[in-house]
């Protein structure tokens, strides 16, 4: 029968496997690909996604993700993807500054986004601060009121994997939809039609499995969406613009490394850039190491980066940590890097029948870990604006348009918060010779410290879209600075009030670096 909804499923299998046709044809088979290849086969679309290689693929990226981006990927159903890969949880941030610590647990929150109160959290949730010299228990960090509480309690919890491994069981849960047929094959260009500039499809090269030739091949959507990362090679045709790269991480895994405590993630701040420290399996776990572009002491005549490594990062890690570190480095290579991007969003749409999405549209600095969340969470937006309800037919190029312009919009309760926090840390945790981005670090901790953390802990998770949420928190650490800063420069001699001027003085510099950290950021995200 023509009504007859399998015989529908069969015509478009056969569509997209002998004609190459389909409803959405979606280039990256990685985070964001395979997740909106997956909701948008959910909606009845036919969807064809392309992937260069479809092994398994190792890299050190997508490796955490926040409690935001697991609700994400709850509302998507594709949570089971977590399961059979070793995962581990993680309930928050260990920060360490210099010697001294704070465990910053993320908080439970309502649908609303906003905090509830927990029985485990005392005044300001200081039971989660551990001191420098107390044990995880003696804090509340893993024993009495530390992570087992934190379960039954409702706290969020994140996840952190082996990416190779995440990506095998997205892979495998679009293998498995009847909308979604899947290819490897190099995506090489876009194509266009003869008497119009929208696109139609892509060009690729496929290998024959027999011979091992390259042959050229195509494949056609009513629309084309492009994932294909970091390096895209079609950014600079679809959006006319590159990614900014301020540093790199350079990537260790660690066997049985013993640091505490367990399920959070460690953020060492010391005189190295910040170095991230957490658990990506039952035995393993990733070190990333910030080296900026053109640090002298990672200079040749320095040793390298695995000079800089040894000499200076080695030293400020937690002492538990350091032997595991030096066993990574005992192969004598320099370790794997990548690039540590930004790149803020831009309007979409202005080429037909084609969207560039995920890491190749927008980026931040991988330090907070929120690329992930930020991509599923792009998801869930886009396949309720790209409903069938709301747009029937794909190639209606002013509908796609229209849905786009909310996507903008929409998405930035979220993804400003995530990208401007991403930035703005690392600005701060970074700062080595800046005076003014010294005094922001130290107020930074030290409100972590005080125990206002509960909301910049959900900011960061991704549980909580107020961008004024975000505001309040990075000026009130800036004052905290700036009056830690008065107290450092005029206390503790009587000649203090003659360096008042001098302390005057630099909180006016402190709160223009904080405005110059904060605020452009703040507008590319907002405009």
Not at 206 to 230: M, R, S
Not at 300 to 312: F, L, S, T
Not at 453 to 463: D, I
Request: proline letters at 6%; charged letters at 20%; aromatic letters at 8%.
């Amino acid at each position: 029968m023509a009504g007859d909804p399998y015989s529908q499923a069969a015509r478009d299998e056969e569509r997209r496997n002998t004609f190459h046709e389909a409803d959405v044809v979606v280039v990256g088979a990685g985070i964001f690909g395979c997740a909106v290849a997956f909701a948008l086969a959910n909606q009845g679309r036919s969807v064809i996604l392309l992937e260069r290689w479809m092994h398994e693929p190792d890299r050190i990226v997508g490796e955490l993700l926040q409690p935001g981006g697991v609700r994400a990927l709850q509302a998507l159903g594709l949570e089971k993807c977590l399961e059979g890969i070793d995962a581990i949880p993680c309930y928050g941030y260990h920060v360490l500054f210099h010697g001294d610590d704070v465990m910053i647990p993320y908080p439970v929150v309502d649908g609303a986004g906003r905090l509830v109160a927990s029985a485990n959290d005392g005044p300001a949730g200081s039971k989660s601060i551990q001191k420098k010299g107390e044990s995880s228990s003696a804090s509340g960090g893993l024993a009495d009121g530390g992570i087992g509480d934190m379960k039954s309690s409702r706290r969020p919890e994140g996840k952190s994997f082996h990416h190779g491994r995440f990506i095998s069981q997205l892979r495998k849960a679009c293998r498995r939809h009847p909308n979604i047929s899947m290819f490897e094959t190099e995506v090489t260009a876009t194509v266009r039609g003869q008497d119009s500039s929208a696109v139609l499809g892509v060009e690729t090269r496929t290998t024959d499995k027999e011979t091992g030739v390259k042959k050229p091949d195509c494949f056609f959507g009513t629309l084309t969406i492009i994932a294909d990362g970091y390096a895209s090679k079609f950014r600079k045709e679809l959006l006319g613009r590159v990614p900014v790269v301020r540093s790199k991480f350079y990537a260790l895994e660690l066997i049985d490394c013993p640091i505490k405590p367990e399920g959070y993630g460690h953020v060492v701040i010391g005189a190295s850039s910040p170095v991230l420290l957490y658990q990506i399996g039952t035995h393993e776990t990733r070190a990333l190491i910030d080296v900026p572009e053109k640090l002298p002491a990672a200079s040749p005549q320095n040793g390298g980066v695995r000079g800089y490594i040894e000499k200076v990062v080695v030293p400020v890690l937690p002492e538990e940590a350091r032997p595991s570190v030096l066993a990574a480095l005992a192969d004598g290579k320099i370790p794997r890097s990548m690039p540590n991007s930004w790149l803020p969003p831009t309007r979409q749409a202005q080429h037909q029948g084609v969207l560039l999405l995920g890491d190749a549209y927008n980026m931040r600095h991988p330090l907070t870990g929120g690329g992930m969340t930020v991509a599923f969470n792009d998801v869930v937006l886009l396949q309720s604006l790209l409903h069938p309800d709301r747009v029937p037919d794909l190639g209606d190029h002013a509908a796609v348009r229209a849905a786009m312009a909310d996507f903008y919009w929409r998405r930035k309760p979220l993804t400003s918060i995530i990208n401007v926090l991403a930035q703005a840390l690392y600005s701060l945790f970074a700062a080595a010779d800046d005076r003014q981005l010294r005094a922001l670090r130290q107020g930074c901790f030290r409100y972590f410290q005080l125990g206002h953390y509960n909301e910049p802990a959900g900011l960061l998770g991704g549980l909580i879209h107020r961008p004024t949420v975000l505001a309040y928190h990075f000026f009130t650490v800036a004052f905290l600075g700036i009056w830690l800063n008065i107290v450092a420069v005029c206390g503790g001699s009587v000649l203090g009030l003659w360096k008042l001027p001098l302390a005057l003085l630099d909180a006016v510099l402190i709160l223009w670096k904080a405005c110059v950290v904060f605020l452009p950021t703040v507008w590319m995200e907002s405009t």
